[in-house]
Structure formats: C-alpha cells, structure tokens
C-alpha cells in the first residue's frame, strides 16, 4: 500500500475512533463494516489507539495554553447573525459586547499577514481578479486556503471584490463582519472607530447580533456612542487611493487619523478643536511636511510639534 | 428516552447480540480462538459489573467489547517491550522495536513534551482547550458539547484538528520512531 493511501486509511481510523465514543449500535455496525472491508483498516485503527496512548503521559504533562474566555458560542453566534434584525442600540451594544465572533479572529494555521509602514500604500491581485489597496499603517490577514475571506486588522484598505453570490467575499474586522454583495468598498478600523464606505455594488454589514446593507455613497460609522449612516459622495470614498482625502462633515479626529495614514506621522488633536468638523478635499502627495502644510491651511489649523508627533491646534 | 437495561438485562442482551458481537470482534484483527476468549470475557465483566443502568445498552456492549480487545493489545504491546529487553539484554542491541523506558528515551521524551507543547500552542485556542478536557480531563464529548454550547460535530471537528497536529508530532519525531509515515508533517 501506498504511504499516501495508509495517511488516508489512518485519517479515516482516527476519525471513526473520536466518533465511536458518542457512537450508536448503528454506528458500530459501520464500524464492523469498515473493519471488514479491508485487514489494513484495523491496523490502521490499533495504529490511532497506539498513538493515543503514547501521548497520554505527554499530555497530563504539558502546558496548555490558557483558555480563550468566550461570551457566546461560535453556533449561538452564527444563529444570531443569520437573523439579520436591525436595531441600531442592538448594534451598538454587541460591537461593545465583546467576543460574540472571537471565533473568527483565530488565525487559522493557512492565514498570514500583508502589513503595510505608516506612509506606504500597496495594492494586492486577489486571484480572482478582485483586488485590494492597503492604506498606510495598515494589517491585514489572508487565507491561502479560502480566497474569499479576509480580516482587517487595523488601519484602512479598498476592497474591489469580484462578487460570486455562492460564495461572499467576508472581511472581518473585530467582532464585525463585511459580507460584499457585488463591490466596491473601504473599511477603516482605528481603535476607537470603524469606517465603512460603498462606492459600488453592496456590502452587507453583520455587527455581533445583526445587519445593515450599505449601498453606494452610504458611510457607516461605528464608535463608542453607537453606529450611524451617513452619505457622501461616491467619489469621495476610497478616494485616499488617488491621494485624495474627500471629507463631508468630517470631524477633525478622522481627518488626523487619514493624514497619519498618509504621512506616517501620528497625528493627535487638541481638546479644544474636537468638535469641529470639516468638508473639502486634501491633496496627499508630496512628502508629509507638504501634506502637513496644505492640510493646516485646509483645516484653518496650527501644527505643533511634539515629542510624539504633531498636534492639530487652533 | 432510550430504554434503560439493568444487568440482568444486559447478559441476556449479550447473547441476544452474540452473532454481532463476534462479528465485530473477528474485525478487530481476532484469530479464531481469541474472538471466543473475548466474548467470554465480556459475559464475564457483565456478571461482576457493578453500577446502575445503562443507556443505549447495545451500544454499551460494543465499546465494552472494544474496550476489552484496546486491553488485549496493550497488555500484547507491553510483553513485546519486556521479550525485547530480555531479548537486548542476552543478544546485544540489535533489536529496533523498543517502548522501554531507557535514559536515550527519557530524554526523547523531554523533546516530545517541548514539541507538544509548541504544537498546542500553535492549535486555535479552543481546540486546544477541548484537547485538554477530552484528553486530560476525561470529559466526554457530549458533556464538552453541552459545556461549550457547541454541537457534538463541532467539537469532533475539534479533536480531530488536535489529534491530526498530535499525529504530525509524532511523524516529526526521531529516525527511531519507525512509521510508515515518515513524510506526514503537513497538516
């Protein structure tokens, strides 16, 4: 027999062996089956027992690693997500409830990273012709084996998905998903906030307990005092690909985080400019002390220097 | 609710499901002579068996069953380990087979434990953790399940993960571990 045939064989033995602790008469008369069928399927069997006992001392000896503390279980979970109503105080409080999907955040063993430096944009092909745009500061996992999904870790990217009904591009981004329906869309995660913009098509977003489908020109804004929809224009979003910064009605703090993005310089802003908003476009190239020029002019602001970066003040 | 057996019950079942049993323990790898020794065997643990009723008695019967032939080949394991030590100890060194405790394999054992705990380590954390209740706690699968709020197939998925990563510790092992599958570390 083959090697490759015998890892087979003993895959199918060890699956049958954790089957039949749970196993009905009708199960061990599959099992009797199994066993008949070939002498190499029992050998294959008394190999997985062997091994199972080899590893018993190994086991009561060894550190496990400590236990992920999970509010809800991976099916509860999917349950609620599947039963799509939308209330914007429901979603709000799971996006705080922590840990409905922590499920998801596991890096399977195929996922691996593509990290982009605070100033530096880069652009992936996805295999099936999407692609994706990677802001500066910005982590994002893939998965070797499952092309259709993603997790955004921090920072910002423009997702152009090729859309395949039976098969949703989903990009998770802490506790929240983003299930495209044919599109075009930019998500940015900072640790206080969450960003959602469709240019085009339709992304379906799934907040711990329910959903909400964004269409083109909707922006999605998740923060501590809950969640809202406003519109932009379609132009405008993803528009940093471009080196454009195109803000609505944008408070100063998302507009310091985007210009941090770009100019790989942390960006703060003083108390007394928090609530002031702005709306224009913001050219993003030329190196960051030109950004920092034009955007002061822009925002009718004055850049200090600090010892951690540059502070926006009146 | 499945009917409940008593003992009683249960030695009548035994022979009740005689052909079956035989059946399974001829598939179990059992020479002609040894199916009968089991199947006594079984008759026997029934009569002494202490305890309440069980559930789903025919199922019972065959993990007995099952249980009593893992028994049978492990004890056969153990006697080969001490014929080869006598065997080593008056014909020198040349046997390959050897699960003896000696200081080479107290030391392949070290390595074993750093190698299962860095795959453990690697595992998603909650398939390490179903590892350890199943393996280390000795809680069964269901109990796992309704513990976890997850369905028995999820967390036979689950232990399948960590048996299969355990399995690849094993191929990963020294040129001394003799396996037929010595290229099995993809997982």
Redo the contacts between chains.
């Keep these: 027999m083959s090697e490759r045939n015998f890892d087979e064989l003993r895959e199918t033995a060890m699956a049958w062996h954790l089957r039949l602790e749970t196993a009905t008469e009708e199960d061990w008369l599959a099992f009797t089956d199994w066993l008949e069928a070939d002498p190499a399927h029992n050998l294959a069997y008394e190999q997985v027992l062997a091994e199972e006992d080899d590893m018993a001392v190994v086991l009561t000896a060894a550190r496990f690693p400590e236990p992920v503390e999970e509010a809800q279980s991976e099916e509860a979970a999917t349950a609620n997500l599947r039963s799509g109503r939308w209330k914007w105080g429901a979603l709000a409080a799971s996006i705080v409830a922590a840990a409905a999907l922590a499920f998801q955040l596991v890096p399977r063993d195929s996922s691996y990273a593509i990290e982009t430096t605070a100033g530096e944009t880069r652009t992936i092909a996805l295999e099936d012709g999407g692609k994706i745009a990677l802001n500066g500061s910005t982590r994002l996992l893939l998965d070797r084996d499952d092309p259709r999904a993603a997790e955004l870790v921090a920072g910002e990217a423009l997702f152009t998905i090729v859309h395949d009904a039976s098969d949703p591009f989903v990009l998770t981004v802490g506790e929240d998903r983003l299930v495209d329906v044919g599109t075009v869309f930019n998500v940015t995660s900072e640790k206080a906030w969450l960003r959602v913009g469709v240019s085009e098509g339709a992304v379906r977003f799934e907040g711990g307990r329910d959903g909400v489908l964004l269409k083109p020109g909707d922006v999605l804004v998740v923060d501590t005092s809950g969640a809202r929809v406003t519109n932009r224009s379609v132009a405008s979003i993803g528009s940093w690909t471009d080196g454009a910064l195109v803000y609505e009605g944008a408070p100063l703090a998302e507009v310091a985080a985007d210009l941090s993005r770009a100019t790989g310089v942390p960006i703060a802003v003083s108390a007394d400019l928090r609530a002031r908003s702005f709306s224009g476009v913001i050219q993003t190239t030329g190196d960051a002390s030109a950004i920092a020029a034009r955007a002061a002019a822009l925002l009718e602001v004055s850049i200090a220097k600090t010892q951690d970066g540059w502070t926006l003040e009146p | 609710m499945r009917p409940e057996v008593k003992n009683s019950g249960l030695r009548q079942l035994v022979t009740e499901m005689r052909p079956?049993l035989l059946?399974?323990i001829a598939?179990?790898?059992c020479s002609q002579g040894e199916v009968e020794d089991v199947y006594q065997e079984l008759y026997l643990k029934l009569i002494e068996r202490r305890g309440g009723p069980v559930d789903?008695a025919?199922?019972y019967l065959?993990?007995v069953t099952?249980n009593l032939i893992?028994d049978l080949?492990?004890g056969s394991?153990r006697q080969q380990g001490r014929d080869d030590g006598w065997a080593r100890s008056h014909y020198g060194q040349d046997l390959t087979s050897d699960p003896q405790p000696t200081p080479e394999k107290s030391v392949l054992?070290r390595d074993?434990?750093e190698r299962?705990?860095r795959s453990?380590?690697?595992?998603?954390?909650?398939t390490?953790?179903i590892?350890?209740l199943y393996?280390?706690e000795g809680i069964?699968?269901?109990v796992i399940a309704t513990r976890?709020?997850?369905?028995?197939s999820?967390v036979?998925k689950h232990?399948?993960r960590a048996?299969?990563a355990?399995?690849a510790v094993?191929a990963t092992l020294g040129d001394d571990a003799a396996?037929?599958?010595r290229?099995?570390n993809r997982?």
């Design positions: 079956q059946r399974f598939s179990r790898g789903n025919r199922a065959f993990q099952n893992r080949r492990r394991r054992d074993l434990l299962v705990e453990l380590a690697e595992m998603p954390p909650r390490a953790e590892l350890r393996r280390v069964g699968q269901k976890l709020g997850l369905s028995l999820a036979e232990l399948q048996y299969r355990l399995r094993q396996t037929p599958t290229e099995d997982v």
